[in-house]
């Protein structure tokens, strides 16, 4: 028997910001959500695109070079090895993307860092 | 410059029912939408999962020893190999996430079976 995940509901029981929580796989990559607010760390995965689709709210993606704006639907992959910076001035929910191998805050660990384990558990 | 594709706009794009179009890509797996209404196909992918997350209507999803409903929101992955046959009552909107590999019926060929060029064009 398979069994579906709901979207909402999962979102529901994340508490935590910057804290992605997983809620289904497909081939090798994971699907999270995750609540944001405020300003993240710089950082970049080396090996791993990663796509961000906007639930609800907006999120502001700085590059080196420019800023993207995304709003409520919009979806963006940030290709494998390019510095970005995600701030989101209000609350923001996303669905992520993204290889069981990709570090949350790549090569930078800061205490606000989670491991692949925080996020199934 | 890196630009969002947006959901809502990608769907308003979507003429023909059963007719996945591509939207986006996230390392080896294309983003695709699909608008489906009425029966498909009995067929299953040998060697690629197949993520479904729906975004508008509900979808009741056959297996050969179950069915599961899909209402909005849910999202539910059919594992590589498991023959699946989707039905939409009424018209569903979905989001598919799946390997460029991934045919679109299976080994079945159909007059609905979309190549990957039609799903790009």
């Known amino acids: 028997m398979f069994s579906p995940e709901n979207l909402m509901a999962a979102f529901d029981r994340v508490t935590d910001y910057w ?32 796509l961000f689709y906007i639930v609800k709210g907006a999120l502001r993606m700085e590059f080196e070079d420019h800023t993207v704006q995304l709003r409520e639907g919009d979806i963006l992959t940030v290709p494998k090895g390019v510095r970005h910076f995600p701030v989101a001035d209000e609350e923001c929910w996303v669905m992520l993307i993204e290889p069981a191998s990709t570090k ?9 860092t989670r491991s692949l384990q925080d996020q199934l558990s």
């Open 19 to 50: 804290s992605p929580r997983v809620i289904g796989q497909v081939n090798d990559q994971l699907l999270k959500v995750a609540k944001l607010k405020g300003e993240f760390v710089w950082h970049a995965h080396e090996g791993e695109d990663e």
């Open 104 to 112: 949350h805050t790549g090569e930078v660990v800061t205490d606000r």
